[in-house]
């Protein structure tokens, strides 16, 4: 058994704290949940809404797990702008005036953020196979 009096002695030191590999206890909220928002009430519609706009656009881009840090605060920025844009449109159909300019500015912004991201999803899907090589394994089945 262990000495109770030498387990505690001003000599001796705690030992080192060790996390278990792969943990994600010691990450910031951002890296456990990419697509909430700290500090924000992540049960609001617009938060919602910038959540489902985050996964669609991560998922467009091939898979969320495919992502670098960097592409996902890419597809942050794009949600974050879609979002604008929509309060735009939707001002825009209740008859209220609308900055025409921001409008256009916003939409093309979002087009350059997420077309390289895209783009690179793109690559990463598997390409559909062609006609001939479809009828043969359908045929290949049945047979």
């Keep these: ?11 001796s030191q705690p030992a080192p704290h060790k996390r278990a ?4 206890t010691n990450r910031s909220v ?16 617009q938060a919602r809404r910038f959540r489902d706009l985050c996964k669609q656009f991560a998922q467009d881009a091939g898979g969320a797990e495919h992502l670098t ?10 949600a974050m702008l879609t979002l604008r844009a929509e309060a735009l449109q939707n001002a825009q159909v209740l008859g209220e005036l609308v900055d ?8 093309s912004e979002i087009r350059r ?14 390409a559909a196979p062609d ?6 394994q359908r045929e290949g089945r049945a047979a």
């Design 21 to 24: 590999p792969g943990s994600i």
């Design 100 to 107: 025409g300019d921001e409008a256009i500015r916003l939409s």
């Design 1 to 11: 058994m262990h000495d109770v009096r030498t387990a505690f002695t001003s000599t």
């Design 69 to 78: 840090e960097a592409e996902r605060a890419h597809v942050r920025q794009a």
């Design 131 to 136: 006609l001939q090589s479809y009828i043969a």
């Design 30 to 45: 951002i890296s456990n949940r990419p697509w909430c928002l700290p500090g924000v009430d992540n049960r609001l519609p």
């Design 113 to 126: 953020i997420l077309a390289p991201i895209i783009a690179k999803g793109v690559d990463r899907k598997p």
